[in-house]
């Protein structure tokens, strides 16, 4: 059964699903009339010591697909959230991660949203979910009800 996540809530995977390794968080939305260029991006951050990343091969996104473990796995860059469901996904094993990172961050922003003049309130149906990327079963799913006029991250 799914869970629904709130604005600001956390979710615990090792606590919560402590008996598979491999996972997938996707990303969807689509866009207003008044945004039709509006590019929405999942980035990953996978942190060790400090907080910090201990190569920038451990920051993925749409210009490095997969780290250098081969843990996570960026599906690609869909630049117009035209697609029918998931429209960015990001695939981890998590058997592989290296022993140097003991937190992964995901990150969803707009690309040049400033530049634009694009925010989240120009977004419609927009989700973030994580599943067993084995099963198909969705654990939680975070579906964007506010209105940020200011957000573009």
């Not at 402590?18 to 207003?32: E, R, T």
């Not at 060790?48 to 960026?74: K, M, Q, T, W």
Request: with cysteine; net charge negative; proline share 2%.
């Amino acid at each position: 059964m799914s869970i629904e996540l709130t604005k600001g809530e956390r979710f615990n995977i090792s606590r919560e699903s402590p008996d598979f390794n491999k996972i997938a968080i996707a990303l969807g939305w689509q866009v207003s009339e008044t945004a039709q260029n509006c590019d929405i991006d999942a980035s990953v951050f996978m942190l060790g010591a400090g907080d910090r990343i201990p190569d920038e091969r451990y920051f993925l996104f749409y210009n490095n697909l997969s780290s250098p473990d081969g843990a996570v796995r960026h599906s690609r860059d869909n630049t117009t959230g035209q697609i029918e469901g998931d429209d960015e996904t990001i695939y981890v094993d998590l058997s592989k991660i290296n022993s140097a990172i003991q937190e992964i961050v995901f990150v969803v922003t707009i690309h040049e949203g400033q530049e634009k003049n694009q925010n989240f309130s120009q977004v419609r149906n927009a989700f973030i979910r994580l599943y067993n990327s084995e099963t198909g079963i969705e654990l939680f799913r975070y579906n964007l009800k506010e209105v940020f006029s200011q957000e573009t991250a």
